[in-house]
């Protein structure tokens, strides 16, 4: 069977999630939903459809089940948004198109990715730029610089910036990576670079001290920080830069912790969400786990659990649900995975959190089969960063580590999340597309590629 | 670099388990501790959410109701309470901050539709709400009324009784079933979900909250008489014709004991003794049956443990000898002839005393007490029923039968004599124990059963005080009338 076959094939089980969950909710809900809700769902199989056959026309060798898992996961937050409010589905449905314009416009005009080499500064600075966005327009989330205002769209340029900054590493990486293996010395047993190779090292730890100072979220930097590292380690091989890594990260995020509040406060919470002297927020994680408790093995059935406030438990409050008079803060957005767990039980949310493995699993297959270094740090960081990004806000969720406001991607309700993140799974298609090519087929003659650069 | 590639997977596939097992720790593991923390407001919101069942008097009086408030399509029930302060105790409440007690506790699962895993899995199926199970009661409404009204011009008329409580409880002696529990002075649970209410009854000296019968417990004074008697006849160490000396002022344990206004007797029989109430002639009967014995009997008859009705554990105490607050054994050094007649350090509750009587009128045999006559569920089908239960094999029938022989002449020619139960034979026996020698002050009694040759109703009524007066004259009247109202 060919790729895009399979593919089609693997796209059943969406469906069939998107089917099932829609029914579900609206057999729970009947009094809530309207009917025309039901057309969400259609929706967007229909925009699952149309990817479909875009793929078959441009990407014919890319991995058949990469887009399927992204759809299986996007279909699960449909489900789920729906659950909590069926327009917010509407809306979610409807960025979908927005998202699927931007993954088609990345494929054409990126026939060749290597493209991207060539523009690695302005794409680091273009990514910095964005990162630092939110807190030139100073508008604080939960203490927390993640968003910026465009008319009535909030826009989370992190979500952009961590695809702009992979590019940077996998491209300067790739290029460097022969100095900063071989011309090391080694001192106490580990391998230390020349300080000429390890100064861009030291750049993007800087860089990430300075989100946590900056935009003050710990998560985050974390995410970039680990994407850093895994392709750092990927490039040189050497465990011992990526230990070194770890340890100057850890001393530099509890040295700036301690003295921001909003990041000790975090720290906080997450050691003891029930102290006596939780600092104000630590409410937040307390409804995370209590809904989790909630959910037992099986769940208690979509749209069966307590969200909504009922009656004189609802606060008084001008926002809609469910920003306002959900029993659970955001749970659409930061605790979509809590809303899972408490509905579709344990079962359902290691089935999401598999769905996670699976992708990351083709991901690096991808950079596994990928023909030069660029390539596969490229894919590597792609998808390392995605697959650290549902580590983060999923462990936030669940007190492995502290809470920070990420979404878990494709999941989450929000525009620049769906949209970067289909930007990123072209990026992983057009490699994968490469990668798998037979050598007798020549890759299309694109408008784009008229600089045929080398790889 | 295909090898750093491949440890890297693995390495996210290290975090995703700790991500599995931290799932599993809060949605499993953790789970129940989670959903008992006091911050933890979802299942007190959830049970809210659920239209709690009715409970519902056995003659059909509305004793409490959820109803509906607030929030269009998704209300929250609040409980209402018709009866007002009739059922307070022992129906309780149920309200978001008050808590819930009493009946609404001990019956909650059924009110709240509580089912198990299997059953509520169907329920999810059929896309059923979940709803409480409607419940009837055993207690008699109009009883329960007549009751407390005679107990509270009971304690506003009789000298020394005003501002202190009183008690009475009817069983059904066949089945166990409690036909009336009143405890005064009460209070109206429609009150208890107003501010600051609850508070201001918890301080009350006078104690309203306390529900009488199962709760506290008294010195029975001589209505113990008819355990000393159902344990001497039925051990076979005595016949109702057994001869003793009834003069006061005998030894007991060393200390003279005296009878009841100093009355004394020459060589009397058991029947005699009890119609009566001679104190020297049941605290022999006490010396010669032992220690041993005796609490082998009081045992049988559902002492030294609390009673077994369906009732909340913390309100509920066990009669026995009390120290303190620690309850005697047979081992201890104790004055078993003056607990014999009631005396000593013997404390009972007032539905002990009504089990005592309810046991002779049943043939000996102690049924289960219990509160449901029957539960359904939204659908109408009944989910519950009672289904008598015995509790212990007491007595012989042979030794009720010549217990009630001697009770029955106890409210024909003894201390009770002058009662009437509707002109019908009816067994009883007085209580007046003398808790304050020098002022005066007494506890009145009442046990028994009618009619004596077909026992229908026991009963049990208690004053905590009085002046000067005794168990016949305050305690016996309410008791035949509460008889009277429940004897078809």
């Known amino acids: 069977m060919s790729a895009r076959n399979r593919e089609l094939l693997a796209l059943v089980p969406v469906a069939v999630v998107v089917a099932a969950g829609f029914a579900a909710v609206f057999i729970v809900k009947d009094n809530e939903v309207s009917d025309v809700s039901l057309i969400y769902a259609g929706y967007f199989l229909g925009l699952c459809l149309a990817a479909h056959i875009f793929l078959r026309i441009r990407l014919p060798y890319a991995d058949p089940y990469l887009f399927p898992l992204c759809a299986l996961l996007a279909a699960v937050g449909l489900v789920v948004i729906y659950r909590i409010d069926d327009k917010l589905a509407f809306d979610q449905a409807s960025v979908f198109v927005l998202g699927l314009i931007l993954f088609c416009l990345t494929i054409l005009f990126l026939r060749d990715y290597h493209v991207l080499e060539r523009y690695r500064y302005l794409i680091a600075t273009a990514g910095i730029l964005l990162l630092m966005a939110p807190y030139i327009t100073r508008n604080p989330v939960n203490g927390a610089y993640l968003s910026v205002d465009i008319g009535p769209i909030a826009f989370q340029p992190a979500e952009l910036a961590k695809i702009c900054i992979v590019i940077f590493l996998a491209s300067y990486l790739a290029e460097n990576r022969e100095m900063l293996s071989v011309a090391a010395r080694r001192f106490m047993g580990l391998t230390i670079p020349p300080l000429k190779h390890f100064g861009p090292l030291l750049v993007v730890w800087g860089a990430a001290m300075l989100m946590l100072v900056f935009i003050k979220d710990l998560g985050s930097s974390l995410m970039f920080f680990g994407a850093f590292l895994a392709l750092l380690y990927v490039a040189t091989g050497r465990f011992s830069y990526v230990l070194i890594g770890l340890v100057i990260f850890f001393v530099g995020a509890y040295a700036i912790g301690s003295s921001i509040t909003h990041v000790h406060d975090r720290f906080e919470i997450w050691l003891d969400p029930f102290g006596r002297n939780a600092p104000e927020g630590a409410g937040q994680v307390q409804q995370s786990l209590f809904a989790q408790a909630d959910g037992g093995l099986f769940g208690q059935g979509l749209g069966e659990s307590l969200l909504k406030l009922p009656g004189p438990f609802a606060p008084n409050c001008e926002q809609p649900f469910p920003d306002c008079g959900s029993i659970l803060p955001a749970p659409h957005t930061d605790f979509i995975f809590a809303v899972v767990t408490m509905e579709l039980g344990l079962f359902g949310a290691c089935g999401l959190i598999l769905i996670y493995a699976l992708i990351a699993a083709r991901g690096f297959k991808t950079a596994v089969m990928a023909p030069d270094g660029f390539s596969k740090l490229l894919a590597t960081g792609l998808t390392a960063v995605f697959a650290l990004q549902a580590f983060v806000i999923i462990g936030g969720v669940t007190k492995v580590i502290p809470l920070t406001g990420v979404t878990l991607p494709f999941v989450s309700f929000g525009g620049s999340s769906i949209v970067a993140n289909m930007i990123l799974l072209a990026l992983l298609l057009l490699i994968s597309d490469r990668a798998r090519r037979p050598p007798s087929e020549p890759i299309a003659n694109d408008p784009i590629d008229l600089a045929g650069l080398p790889a | ?488």
């Open chain 2, 1 to 488: 670099m295909n090898t750093p590639i491949i440890r890297v997977y693995a390495l996210v596939l290290v975090l995703f388990a700790l991500l599995v097992y931290f799932t599993s720790k809060w949605a499993v593991f953790d789970a129940d501790a989670l959903k008992d923390r006091t911050e933890n407001r979802r299942p007190l919101i959830e049970e809210q959410q659920v239209p709690r069942g009715s409970i519902t008097s056995s003659d059909g009086v509305l004793i409490a109701e959820s109803n509906p408030q607030g929030g269009g399509r998704h209300p929250v029930y609040v409980r209402n309470y018709p009866q007002g302060s009739l059922f307070g105790n022992p129906v309780g409440y149920n309200f978001v901050d008050a808590g819930r007690t009493e009946i609404e506790q001990s019956e909650n699962d059924l009110l709240a539709g509580e089912q198990n895993e299997f059953a509520s899995i169907i329920d999810q199926l059929a896309s059923n709400p979940q709803e409480g199970a409607d419940i009837t009661l055993t207690l008699d409404a109009a009883a329960q009324q007549l009751a407390t009204e005679q107990l509270q011009s009971a304690i506003a008329s009789t000298p020394g009784a005003s501002g202190f409580g009183g008690s009475v409880v009817a069983i059904e002696p066949s089945s166990g079933a409690v036909k009336v529990m009143a405890s005064v002075p009460g209070y109206d649970p429609n009150d208890v979900n107003q501010p600051g209410v609850l508070k201001e009854l918890n301080r009350d000296e006078a104690a309203p909250l306390v529900n009488r019968p199962t709760q506290s417990t008294y010195e029975p004074g001589s209505t113990m008489k008819v355990v000393t008697a159902a344990a001497a006849l039925d051990s076979g160490q005595f016949q109702p014709d057994t001869q003793l000396s009834g003069e006061t002022g005998l030894e007991i344990d060393g200390v003279p004991l005296e009878n009841a206004g100093g009355e004394t007797f020459g060589e009397i029989d058991m029947d005699f003794a009890l119609t009566h109430s001679v104190n020297t002639y049941f605290a022999q009967v006490g010396e010669k049956l032992g220690t041993e014995t005796m609490f082998e009997y009081m045992g049988r008859f559902g002492f030294f443990k609390d009673p077994e009705l369906d009732f909340p554990d913390d309100r509920m105490a066990p009669s026995g000898v009390y120290d303190g607050d620690t309850l005697l054994s047979a081992g201890d050094a104790i004055d078993i002839g003056r607990v014999a007649i009631g005396q000593e350090r013997l404390l009972t509750t007032p539905i002990q005393m009504a089990e005592v009587a309810a046991t002779i009128a049943n043939d000996g045999k102690l049924m289960k007490p219990t509160f449901l006559q029957s539960a359904k569920d939204p659908d109408g089908r009944t989910i519950s029923e009672l289904d008598p239960d015995e509790q212990s094999d007491v007595v012989s029938e042979e030794t009720a039968n010549q217990v009630t022989d001697m009770m029955t002449h106890v409210t024909e020619e003894g201390t009770a004599a002058g009662l009437t139960v509707g002109g019908i034979a009816f067994a009883g026996k007085t209580g007046t124990a003398e808790i304050d020698v020098e002022n005066g002050i007494n506890r009145p009694w009442f046990i028994g059963f009618a009619p004596a040759d077909d026992p229908q109703i026991a009963v049990a009524v208690m004053l905590e005080r009085c002046q000067g007066c005794f168990g016949g004259e305050v305690a016996g009247p309410i008791a035949t009338q509460v008889m009277e109202s429940l004897i078809n």
